[in-house]
């Protein structure tokens, strides 16, 4: 597509359920990331896929978070048992490579709120 | 592990002035990116600096990167009200891009 495209736009959610925030990047672009930005913050990472396969999940904050990228293209952040700190917006970039040399592309993000 | 640093944290302009925000790395690094948040938006890529003491312009916006390539900043000269939002720095960590907290820009008309 032309640009990183994020769905839902906003999720609210109860506590201790699980939620995915899917994300579609640029067509050829290889590098897929994720941030999380709470407010008045810059993003934070949170994941890092080359191709199809995790690169770094350094930036997880614990098991309760994973992600997924099964065919190089669309990935999918699933978060289990959520909890109310899990409140912000979930922004996804791709890249056309991995060597963080290129401009990133951000999609519109997710927001998420954990009531 | 390398962090980014930016200052001020808030920046208050007159319509018509100008100013300048800073950003400063832990590391050496490779290269220096720029982003752009408007309220309620998303960051949007400005700019990459490479090279060593490299300047770049954007009509109203200078670019600056560090002789010793550690650290950067942006001036922005006789500030618009298009010029509101957040502007972040972002260094990279091993293959991923570390960003500082941002410079929030408002501007009295």
């Known amino acids: 597509g032309a640009g990183v495209s994020q769905t839902p736009s906003n999720k609210v959610t109860e506590k201790g359920k699980y939620v995915e925030l899917r994300c579609d990047p640029i067509?050829?672009?290889?590098?897929l990331y994720w941030y999380r930005q709470s407010l008045g913050q810059g993003p934070e990472f949170l994941i890092y896929f080359q191709g199809t396969g995790a690169a770094d999940d350094s930036g997880l904050p614990n098991d309760r978070f994973f992600a997924v990228r099964p065919e190089g293209s669309v990935s999918t952040l699933k978060i289990q048992r959520t909890e109310r700190g899990d409140s912000a917006v979930y922004l996804c970039?791709?890249?056309?490579?991995?060597?963080?040399?290129?401009?990133?592309?951000f999609g519109s993000g997710t927001r998420l709120t954990v009531v | 592990g390398q962090q980014v640093m930016q200052i001020p944290q808030y920046q208050h302009v007159q319509e018509g002035e100008d100013f300048t925000t800073y950003c400063n790395s832990s590391?050496?690094?490779?290269?220096i990116q720029w982003y752009k948040q408007r309220p309620g938006g998303h960051p949007v890529f400005l700019i990459q600096l490479v090279k060593s003491g490299e300047v770049k312009k954007q009509k109203r916006l200078t670019f600056q990167f560090g002789e010793a390539k550690k650290n950067s900043s942006l001036h922005i000269t006789a500030t618009q009200t298009t010029d509101v939002g957040t502007y972040f720095c972002?260094?990279?960590?091993?293959?991923?891009?570390?960003f500082g907290a941002g410079t929030t820009v408002t501007v009295r008309a």
């Open positions: 970039a791709s890249s056309l490579e991995g060597s963080a040399n290129y401009g990133y592309t």
């Open positions: 067509s050829g672009h290889t590098a």
């Open positions: 590391t050496t690094l490779s290269n």
């Open positions: 972002a260094g990279p960590n091993d293959y991923k891009l570390s």
